[in-house]
């Protein structure tokens, strides 16, 4: 079943690419693994997944600390952190996170940059932007996101290659696409206001299992999937 579900899912990813000049190998897949048992991501490394997202530190560890003592193709996979950080776990993000998607405080970027600096590490980190009204939603507002940057784009142990949204749920996708416009037009505003390069400040993560195509339409090219990849292949699901 996740052999099935990765190939729809490619062949959606490649249809949305293509209207946006662009080809799967131009849009990153992140598989999302909150709740999935270990041995389920397991499969997907060997199904050739490169990117693993997790939500919660707690859950994260238990899987980063089980796949470390297996030595299991270490280094063919990198951890994404894509829930909301509390700045008290900041330590255990940067110890295990090759990217932290979900800074949304000076506060935050601050411990992350002190925890970083602990272990001699440049810790990538997208800036989350708020674009839902929804308490739930977490992420910088937008008229306060180029401040938050301009204070943390010269840390010495954070980059910043990107940015992060996360839409409202709607039972049609096509709803979320003001919100990943949204997200585009400031990613581009933040890129001419402090002339980032885009070698360097290129990564646009928008996108779940029921708008990803909608969002790669709109310049996505890092998508966070979950339920679409794991669905029916969880005996728990």
């Given at each position: 079943?996740?052999?099935?579900?990765?190939?729809?899912?490619?062949e959606?990813?490649t249809?949305?690419?293509?209207?946006d000049?662009?080809?799967?190998?131009?849009?990153?897949?992140?598989?999302?693994?909150?709740?999935?048992?270990i041995?389920?991501?397991?499969?997907i490394?060997?199904?050739?997944i490169?990117?693993?997202?997790?939500?919660?530190?707690?859950?994260?560890q238990?899987?980063?600390?089980?796949?470390?003592s297996e030595?299991?193709?270490?280094?063919?996979?990198?951890w994404?952190?894509?829930?909301?950080?509390?700045?008290?776990?900041?330590?255990?993000?940067?110890?295990?996170?090759?990217?932290?998607?979900?800074?949304d405080?000076?506060?935050?970027?601050?411990?992350?940059?002190?925890?970083?600096?602990?272990?001699?590490?440049?810790?990538?980190?997208?800036?989350e932007?708020?674009?839902?009204e929804?308490?739930?939603?977490?992420?910088?507002p937008?008229?306060?996101?180029?401040?938050l940057?301009?204070?943390?784009?010269?840390?010495?142990?954070?980059?910043?290659?990107g940015?992060m949204?996360?839409?409202?749920?709607?039972?049609?996708?096509?709803?979320a696409?003001?919100y990943?416009?949204?997200?585009?037009?400031?990613?581009?505003?933040?890129?001419?206001?402090?002339?980032?390069?885009?070698?360097?400040f290129?990564?646009?993560?928008?996108?779940?299992?029921g708008?990803?195509?909608?969002?790669?339409e709109?310049?996505?090219?890092?998508v966070?999937i979950?339920t679409?990849?794991?669905?029916?292949?969880?005996s728990?699901?």
């Amino acid at each position: 079943m996740l052999v099935k579900n990765l190939q729809n899912i490619k062949e959606k990813i490649t249809i949305s690419a293509e209207k946006d000049n662009r080809s799967l190998n131009d849009i990153k897949l992140v598989a999302v693994t909150k709740n999935v048992p270990i041995e389920k991501i397991k499969d997907i490394i060997d199904l050739g997944i490169t990117d693993i997202g997790e939500n919660r530190i707690q859950e994260a560890q238990d899987k980063f600390n089980q796949l470390q003592s297996e030595n299991y193709k270490i280094g063919q996979y990198k951890w994404h952190m894509i829930g909301h950080l509390q700045t008290n776990k900041a330590k255990y993000a940067v110890q295990m996170f090759d990217l932290i998607q979900s800074v949304d405080s000076l506060r935050l970027a601050e411990e992350i940059n002190k925890q970083a600096k602990k272990i001699n590490k440049i810790q990538d980190c997208l800036v989350e932007l708020k674009v839902s009204e929804e308490e739930t939603k977490f992420g910088c507002p937008q008229e306060n996101i180029e401040k938050l940057i301009k204070e943390i784009k010269d840390f010495e142990n954070i980059r910043i290659p990107g940015i992060m949204s996360m839409a409202p749920y709607f039972d049609e996708a096509e709803k979320a696409r003001p919100y990943f416009q949204k997200t585009k037009q400031v990613f581009e505003n933040v890129k001419s206001t402090f002339g980032f390069d885009s070698a360097v400040f290129n990564v646009l993560s928008m996108g779940m299992s029921g708008d990803f195509q909608i969002a790669i339409e709109e310049g996505a090219n890092l998508v966070r999937i979950g339920t679409a990849i794991f669905k029916a292949a969880c005996s728990h699901e």
